[in-house]
Structure formats: C-alpha cells, structure tokens
C-alpha cells in the first residue's frame, strides 16, 4: 500500500473496478484499486493501493465504475446555460447580434444589478448543477458579475477561474478603465484570500472586441497588481475566418500576433477556438506556452469550423477543452466534448488513430489543469495531488460488453457519473447533486417565462 | 376531435406536452395533445386531438415529454454490437483485416452452425434492447443468420428489414450461388407470410466485394422470385476513397455506375454512406430516387471522412440515417446520430442553417420510412399510420429551459426515451425494456469471455 506520510485516521476507501490515472507514462487503466481520500481537512488523495493487498474496510465498493479524474472545463460562459436552445440553427451574425446580444442587454448589461445577479445566479445554478451531474469539478468561466458566480460555485463545492466581468470595449474609456479596475480589485482580493478553489483570470474578451491600446491598458492594470500570482489570461482568439480578417484588415496584424508583440502569449494563456491557425502560428502557440481551449461542439453549431487539433497537439501545443456556452453547445457536458474532440479529429485527418480515448481524456483533466496553472494540485489521480474524481458507471447494457473501459467511457453515450468528489468532498452521489438541492426553480421558472417574452419579440425567431 | 373511421373501444389515450409529427408541411410542434392508440388488432394512430378538446379518459399524461415517430435506423449491422470497442482507435484496414474479419471467421463464418446462431442471437438481443431503450422501432440490417435476427426482432417486438445474409464473393462461385440461392428462398417466404413487421432485403454487400457479373446473378435471382415486392437493395456504397479507386481501377467505372447499369439503382436502394460523391453523382442518385443511409459517426470514427449531406439533401436527395455496427460508432443510438449528422454538416458547410433539428428528425424518421418502402404506413405521427412512437423525456434540468423541444431533443444529451411504442404496442415503459427481460445474461458472458481471449492473441490489441 503506497501511503502519503503522516495519513490520518479520518479517510474514505473507495474500492473501483477500474482506475484511469491519467498520470504521464502510465497509460494503462488500473484494474480493482482502492483509492484512499482524506476526509480530515486536505481533502487529497492518500494512497492508490491494489484491493487484493488493501487491508483496511471499504467505505464505498464501485463494483461497475471508472474512476477518472475531474473533468475541467477550460472555456465556458455559464450564465448563458439560460439560453440554451435560446436560438439553434441560425446564422453566427443573426444568433449572435439579433437574439443573445439584446437578451443580455435586456437582462444582464443595462438591467438592473439586481436583476442581473439573479440572471447570473440563476444561471451558474443551472451550469454547475450540469456540470456535476457530468463529473466536470472545475471550469474556466467568462461572464459579468464573477462574484455572484463566484458564491454559486462555492455553494455547489465546485472550482472555478474567475473575475468579475468579462472586458469588451465599445468606445467608452472611463467605462473601461472602470471595469479593468473593478477586475483588478477583485482578482487581488482573491488572492490574497488564499481561496484555493476560486482562482484569478483576466478576461479580455478578444482582440477584435478590445483593440491593442485597450489590451495595454489591461495587461498593465494586471501586472501591477498580481504580478506575483498565476493569473489565467483567458480570451477567445481566432474562432471565425471573418474576425481574423476584420482584424488584420485594421491592423495589418493577426490577432495571435498583436497578443504575442503585448507579451500577452504565455504559459498563463487559455485561448478559447484557434479554429483557424496557419502553421507558423501552431509553432508560435507551442513555443509560447500558451494553452488552446478547443471547443469542438459550439465550433460545430456555430458553422465556425474544425480546429486543427492533431497538428497542434504533435506540435507540443497544450490544447485541452471547453463546452463554450450553454447557448451555442447546448450542454456543458464534456464527456460528450471529449467523444467530438476525438471523432471529428479522426473525421478531418483521415487517421482514426488521432486523438485516441486515452489522449482526449488527457486533454479534458491534466491539460486542462496544466492550462489554468493548476497542474501540482490536480487533473490526475495521484497521491498528494487533490481528490477531484469522477466515478462513471459502465454497468449498463448500452456500454456492454467492454474489452476497453476508456474506449467505452469517450465513444458511448449511456455512460453516466454516479459520484464526484471535490477537495475529497462528495458532492454527487448515486447520482444526485448534495450540494444544489436549494435550487430556487421558481424564480428560475419566471425568469424563463420574461426570457420566452422576450423572445418572441425577436426578429425571427422560430 | 379528428377520429378515424370505425374507432374501436379499445384505444389508449396518451396526452403528450409536446408532438412532433413529421409531416410534411406540419413544422410546428403541437402543444398539450392527446393521440389516440388503437389496442384493438390493427396498432394503427386513431386520432390526434387537442387536449383542450378531448372528452375521454386520459390513460397516460406525459407531462415534459415530446411524443416523436419511431426512430428508423437505415443501416446497421446489429449482432456487431457483441464487437463494442474491441478494436477502438486502429486504422480502417488494420480494425478490419486484423480485428474484425478475423474475429468474425472464429465465431461466425467458420464456426460451427450452433456457435454462429448464438453469437446472432446474443448480439441481435444486445442491439434491439440498446435499439428500443434509444427510441428506434425500425432498423435496415445486415449480417448473416438473418432468420436469427428476425426472431430476436419479433421477441423484442421491433420492425426490421432482413434477409439471410450479406453477400461476399470470396471466388467461389457455387458457395456464392447457394448463399444467393437461399436469401432468395428467405424473402419469398417473407413476402409471402405477409408478415408486416420484418420485411425482405436483398444485400450485395457493395461493389468492391461483389463483382458486376456477380451482381447480375443476384439481381436476376430477385427479379425472378420477389419482383412484385419491395425488396430493398441495401449496399455499402462510396465509403472510402480507396475503394473508389480500386474498383475504379479495376472496372473503369465507379460502383454507383455499375449499379445503375445493372438497373440495381432505384427507388428500393439504400446505399449506405456515399461519403465521396461529385456533383454529377449526387445528380444521379437524386434521378434514381435511390436513398442515401448517411452514417456520420463511423464515418468519422474510422476516419473514412465527412458525406455532403447538405448538398445532396438540396439536390433532393433522400438521406436518411443509419448507425453502422456498434463496432464502428460505438452505440446504436439514433438521437445521437441525429445530432452529429446537424452538427457535422454546420461544422464543414459553415453554414449554421443547414441540417436544422427538424430537417434530422425527418432523416430519422419519414426519410428512414421512404427509403424502405414503407412511408405509407409508418415514419410520422398521422391518423391511419402505425403507431410506431417514441415518448421523450425533456423534463430534467440538463435541457432546461426549453424554448424548442425539437432542439433541445436533437442538440442536448440528457433527453431520455420513457416509452416506445410499435404498431400500437408499448415495448419501453418508464425507461424499462419490456419485451427483452430474459435476455440470457450468462450466455452473454461466457462468449464475451471467449471474445476477450481470442482479442488478446490478435496482433495489436491494445
């Protein structure tokens, strides 16, 4: 038995058919283990030990189950789970400036704070609760009101990188520099909180949305005040043809270029898409450091296009994944996005052997802790590292038989997460959600009712 | 209230939220309405009424479910689904040749009569209750032991098209002429026994396995003995670009032209996959009236490529869907396969408005039913048709809110088959299988324990 020093008495023995790791160099799933998690405050995880050489009493025997790890949502807007299916099947210009802008404008942007907290509340209710219920313990969020999220995720025991809003300029200085102030400050209060489950990011929404000079202003704001933390620069980056063009067209620069001349292309970089990425700019992500949130589905709806996955992982890129939106998706559910990262990528090259069970389950744990500077404390199952796991029943009919449980766990759909632990704290179990059980779902369903409202007054919808 | 003629007493009356018909011309989802299911012989749909105006006795209120016509799955080979991720992430010619025909040759081709039959039966009973518990009601198969299969589908209370077995020509000419000889005896006896449920088939397996002199003889043996019945002619077709250019190359023709030489492209052909096809070969199947089975995810999976449904739909051609084995997908699950075919075509097209939820429910459904002949009894919800439907369940918070149900059913995951019925008979109750609770479960493990050895002496077994 491979004990951390000093274990403490107080620890749940989780016995699992299978393990899946997902630590470098041990690509095999490990078969009937016992996996000891503290319960006496750290909350990491103990020991790994074979179960016929475990000696201590089972607390919980998954006798069907894959334990994995937390799946983490590298790009997400949670809030926007309110909107899902808001406006399926439609142009990118006409979802976009004719139905999600003015909706947010009606209820988020110019609402009133309190009516925009509750939008935001209500939301990231609804995302955490899915995310839970489909074994995803962290998320990279972009949104406004971060602190309302913020007190959701906490509730609902979950981890998240955040701020407070997302930054998009629109011509108005003292407005901008204002929220870049407001982010700084909140991002500063988080970390010397010390919170360790809510950690700082700095949110320009995207080069074509905060021209250079803005970008500056931002960068600037930030490296003085948190010079010394990880904080996460999270930003979309060359999602569709016609932004790269706009924004070479009124800069002569491409987008990945303007980040990267502001030294804004880092280790700390989670660029969301990169749909569109010549070879030189794969070779320049890679040699950044930077991390790509690839975001297959919402890609897909949305008409954006196919990223270029296979040639970026070979490049040494760290591409992990995202959700994107409930409102271009239409779920949050990144079992499903690692079954499209790697079906698409196997469709596009031609070469079935690309992005294989094993390496997009690498890319939605380990690469995207290694991308939200997170990678000492969690994304894998190792002793010492935190106890985020994920045990997927595979007990059905639908997954039989399995000759490969990680094949079943990526290319079947009836496979469904029983428990996750957070910080070693169940929060499903059995497959219900123990921490979002106060869910207000009548204040939800009369928000749903003024949002139905005001749909109808949009102009086409269906 | 729309009643048919002569309305039986017994009738179930089921009250759905939402109802979906498929009809031509009918895109709205109806609201809060009662469809009337006969129970007296003939299973057919007796009327549709708005629940607002229906005077009976509700038997059963589906109150967040969306009642849509049964799932057709246009092209499958159901007992594959015993090879679930056997052989996951392996190039096309090393997963065939290496895994999959190999495996096939120990335990059906070359094993003993007695062996063959249970691994059909084990892996048919597998099929139909993933089949039933995913909402199909209707599947176009193809394998061997095809009378093992229809016996399996009449237990499990499904509709299929069958005939004995997938033709391959391996150079012997008597083998190849017994095994024509006795699919031919197969459908005449189907068609003659008027059995409504399974259907015949005719099914060179494609071009490139079975030669154009011997096509000749198959079709010449049909036309003689089944021609005043629909026969589907189910092939592969245009799958790969290596098989193009091999029979290319050895013929000077491509296998869609030696098809419609040999007069075997029509209104009763269902090609599977077309996933290469010029501008004038689209042109030609739109002419023929032949159907496309467009099978998305094992086209990607197998990294074969990404078919053109939106132009072939635009050409008018018929594409319905089909799953391909559960070896190559890994599931049978229509709902699914409905979302990657919307998904990939926004995807490649970058066109969002292309392959719309409804416009993949009807793939699903009447197109599914048109291809095999059977559009005018079942493939939409309509008075006189079968009642051949599928009771969806969109009430859990991971398809909330729902603006469109059609949306939510096609683009979200967490909807749930609660009932199916065929020809009137409910064969999924509250989510549970009603017509396959003696599935012999021992015997499923004892030949997956056969299967998992002989995977073990395969050359690159992972």
């Known amino acids: 038995m491979l004990l951390a020093k000093g274990q403490p008495r107080t620890a749940q023995h989780v016995r699992a058919r299978w393990v899946a790791t997902v630590e470098p160099g041990h690509d095999d799933v490990l078969e009937d283990y016992v996996i000891s998690i503290d319960q006496s405050g750290s909350g990491k995880i103990l020991a790994l030990t074979k179960a016929s050489e475990f000696s201590g009493k089972v607390d919980l025997h998954l006798q069907n189950h894959l334990l994995i790890p937390g799946l983490i949502n590298a790009h997400t807007h949670t809030p926007m789970s309110l909107l899902r299916g808001y406006a399926d099947d439609l142009p990118l210009n006409e979802w976009l400036f004719q139905h999600i802008f003015p909706t947010e404008a009606r209820f988020v942007f110019d609402a009133p704070l309190e009516e925009a907290e509750e939008f935001v509340r209500l939301g990231s209710e609804l995302a955490c609760y899915e995310m839970l219920k489909t074994g995803t313990t962290l998320f990279n969020d972009m949104y406004f009101h971060g602190d309302v999220t913020a007190s959701v995720a906490r509730k609902a025991g979950m981890k998240a990188v955040l701020t407070q809003a997302g930054l998009l300029y629109f011509g108005d200085d003292v407005r901008f520099s204002g929220l870049v102030e407001s982010n700084v400050k909140f991002c500063s209060e988080l970390i010397s909180s010390n919170d360790v489950a809510i950690r700082p ?81 794969i070779a320049l992500m890679a040699k950044s450091g930077a991390s790509v949130a690839h975001c297959p589905r919402s890609n897909l709806k949305l008409g954006s296009g196919i990223a270029r996955v296979a040639d970026m992982l070979k490049s040494g890129v760290n591409v992990c994944l995202g959700t994107d939106g409930a409102s271009s998706n239409n779920t949050l559910d990144m079992m499903t996005e690692m079954q499209y990262a790697s079906m698409i990528a196997k469709g596009v090259t031609g070469d079935p052997t690309v992005l294989s069970a094993r390496e997009v389950l690498e890319m939605a744990t380990l690469r995207g802790a290694r991308a939200l500077g997170l990678e000492a404390k969690t994304g894998s199952i190792k002793v010492g590292k935190a106890a985020d796991l994920v045990a997927v029943h595979l007990g059905g009919l639908e997954t039989a038989p399995i000759y490969d449980p990680l094949g079943q766990l990526v290319y079947t759909n009836s496979r469904h997460v029983s428990h996750v632990w957070i910080d070693g704290k169940c929060v499903v179990q059995d497959g219900t959600c123990l921490t979002l059980r106060s869910m207000d779902l009548a204040a939800m369903d009369r928000l749903v009712s003024k949002l139905r409202d005001f749909r109808k ?3 086409s919808a269906t």
Do not use: F, W
């Open 457 to 459: 007054t949009l102009p």
């Open 201 to 281: 990011s700095l949110l320009p929404h995207s080069v074509y949305m905060v021209p250079e000079g803005k970008l500056q202003e931002v960068n600037a704001a930030y490296n003085a005040a948190c010079a010394e933390a990880h904080v996460v620069i999270h930003t979309h980056l060359h999602e569709t043809k016609k932004e790269i063009s706009d924004v070479l067209e009124q800069t002569g620069k491409s987008a990945l270029q303007i980040l990267d001349g502001l030294g804004m292309l880092n280790k700390r970089t989670v660029a969301a898409h990169c749909v569109y990425m010549t070879d030189e700019e």
